[in-house]
Antibody, heavy 133, light 108 residues
Framework: EVQLVESGGGLVQPGGSLRLSCAAS????????MSWVRQAPGKGLEWVAN????????YYVDSVKGRFTISRDNAKNSLYLQMNSLRAEDTAVYYC??????????????????????????WGQGTTVTVSS | DIQMTQSPSSLSASVGDRVTITCRAS??????LNWYQQKPGKAPKLLIY???SLQSGVPSRFSGSGSGTDFTLTISSLQPEDFATYYC??????????FGQGTRLEIK
């Protein structure tokens, strides 16, 4: 069975750090781009970051740049999100998601976009992060 | 960044109704548009990709259409399990990946 299981969420004070993990099973993890998507209480979906199959490309939403780091360990079939300098507005359910498609590469970088990108077809159950004093 | 705007934000409908949800992009995104369904307390589920392709396992009462800036998700005959929130997402130009604000479909 194809599955993603997140862990690592919890209550943290403003300015603190947390590391989320996502364990993948049932598919060849190293063949897929992966993303983190979050959802604040009562709000919509917000993409946070994604990472290329080999970890060589990483992209972030502006609001987390410089504070969050996405990484992966293909040998362990695991995706991570290191979150530092946490703020109240980072409070959300965090989902990891498998991306369908290989994207494209320019002469300098690779991106998950365009004709070889078909959305997020597998999602974890989510892990809750609460930033509060 | 490409902004995605859904309408309506919410709607009420009855079992058996035909329902249409609209998504508009701030610039042309060709057919690079995906639709998701999310039920309370659950993860989103991919319904439609590339504007009109049905994801495996999704009932055929769901369909998508559109290109350029205007897209629609149609449910041909609402079933009780379809009451949920629906999101569109553009996959034309990333980063960032952007979603619409969601459309909540409620029982009338």
């Amino acid at each position: 069975e194809v599955q993603l299981v997140e862990s690592g969420g919890g209550l943290v004070q403003p300015g603190g750090s947390l590391r989320l993990s996502c364990a993948a099973s049932g598919f060849t993890f190293s063949s897929y781009w992966m993303s983190w998507v979050r959802q604040a209480p009562g709000k919509g979906l917000e993409w946070v970051a994604n990472i290329k199959q080999d970890g060589s490309e990483k992209y972030y939403v502006d609001s987390v740049k410089g504070r969050f780091t996405i990484s992966r360990d293909n040998a362990k079939n695991s995706l991570y999100l290191q979150m530092n300098s946490l703020r109240a507005e980072d409070t959300a359910v965090y989902y990891c998601a498998r991306e369908m498609g290989g994207g494209y590469c320019s002469s300098t970088s690779c991106y998950l976009a365009g004709q070889d990108y078909y959305g997020m077809d597998v999602w974890g159950q989510g892990t809750t992060v609460t930033v509060s004093s | 960044d490409i902004q995605m705007t859904q309408s309506p934000s919410s709607l009420s409908a009855s079992v058996g109704d035909r329902v249409t949800i609209t998504c508009r992009a701030s610039q042309s995104i060709s057919s690079y548009l995906n639709w998701y369904q999310q039920k309370p307390g659950k993860a989103p589920k991919l319904l439609i990709y590339a504007a009109s392709s049905l994801q495996s396992g999704v009932p055929s009462r769901f369909s998508g259409s559109g290109s350029g800036t205007d897209f629609t998700l149609t449910i041909s005959s609402l079933q009780p399990e379809d009451f949920a929130t629906y999101y569109c997402q553009q996959s034309y130009s990333t980063p960032p990946v952007t979603f619409g604000q969601g459309t909540r479909l409620e029982i009338k």
